[in-house]
């Protein structure tokens, strides 16, 4: 008798731990179904937001800056077509990008204003140079090609030179001008040819052959010849040749009585 209340005991105690086994597999279960609907929800409600957000439109466009040579039309016309994803989905590097493939455009800096305004700040190129037929050369040595027309560069020096040369012909003009200066001289125009060689003109258009080699100390060996010989009568003065190692030629022009 007692072997069998035994056994009923231990029967009895094992469906409980089966139950409790059960409840707490039930219990697992249904909390990854919960945490299931409440991702789905989570999801869903991202979702649902994203599309409210880029659904909100672009409201105003405000250009800032002071616009004296880029047409405002043609920036309005390359940042349109680019409004049509929405305030939030707008891809600001793209659009700074568009903006500046305008020649007149150095520098374009494009921000959101909340809740739906989009501002352009424009930074115009300063040309400090005519560099070859028609192009202009900024400050960083960067040329660009203005699509009017127009002569921006009357009062500009020119400078001319091979491909990938605009930097290093910019640094030699500055040194130039630099000396030329100091006697009052300006120079107007500095051109280096595929050979490497200079040469340069200066105020009335007198025309200074430098040669490949050395320019700089060709040019210093001038001032001197310059200063002792001649600035008294530097009017009459056509060309000067550099190219010879311990001297040079002068040509005067054909109304002067010197030879």
């Keep these: 008798m007692a072997a069998k209340q035994n056994r009923f005991k231990s029967s009895r105690k094992e469906a409980e731990?089966?139950?409790?086994?059960?409840?707490?597999?039930?219990?697992?279960?249904?909390?990854?179904?919960?945490l299931l609907v409440a991702v789905l929800g989570f999801v869903y409600g991202v979702e649902r937001l994203s599309a409210k957000l880029d659904a909100i439109p672009v409201e105003r466009v405000v250009f800032a800056g002071d616009l004296q040579r880029v047409d405002r039309d043609v920036l309005v016309e390359r940042v349109t077509g680019r409004?049509?994803?929405?305030?939030?989905?707008?891809?600001?590097?793209?659009?700074?990008?568009?903006?500046?493939?305008?020649?007149?455009?150095?520098?374009?800096?494009?921000?959101?204003?909340?809740?739906?305004?989009?501002?352009?700040?424009?930074?115009?190129?300063?040309?400090?140079?005519?560099?070859?037929?028609?192009g202009l050369l900024n400050h960083r040595g960067r040329i660009f090609v203005p699509q009017d027309g127009s002569d921006y560069g009357a009062d500009l020096p020119r400078l001319d030179g091979p491909k990938g040369s605009a930097i290093e012909i910019m640094r030699q003009y500055r040194l130039m001008s630099q000396l030329l200066g100091d006697e009052q001289l300006t120079l107007q125009h500095l051109e280096m040819d595929a050979r490497g060689s200079w040469t340069a003109r200066i105020d009335e258009n007198v025309e200074l052959?430098?040669?490949?080699q050395e320019p700089l100390e060709k040019l210093r060996r001038f001032l001197w010849v310059y200063r002792k010989y001649l600035a008294a009568d530097f009017a009459t003065v056509a060309r000067v040749d550099m190219r010879y190692i311990n001297g040079l030629a002068v040509a005067r022009t054909q109304h002067s009585d010197k030879g």
């Design 17 to 34: 731990r089966s139950n409790r086994g059960n409840r707490r597999e039930w219990g697992r279960i249904a909390n990854r179904l919960l």
């Design 83 to 134: 409004l049509a994803v929405g305030y939030i989905g707008l891809d600001l590097e793209a659009i700074q990008a568009e903006l500046e493939q305008e020649p007149w455009v150095y520098r374009a800096v494009v921000e959101r204003l909340w809740p739906r305004e989009l501002k352009i700040t424009i930074v115009e190129e300063t040309p400090i140079a005519v560099w070859g037929r028609g």
């Design 209 to 212: 052959v430098l040669g490949r």
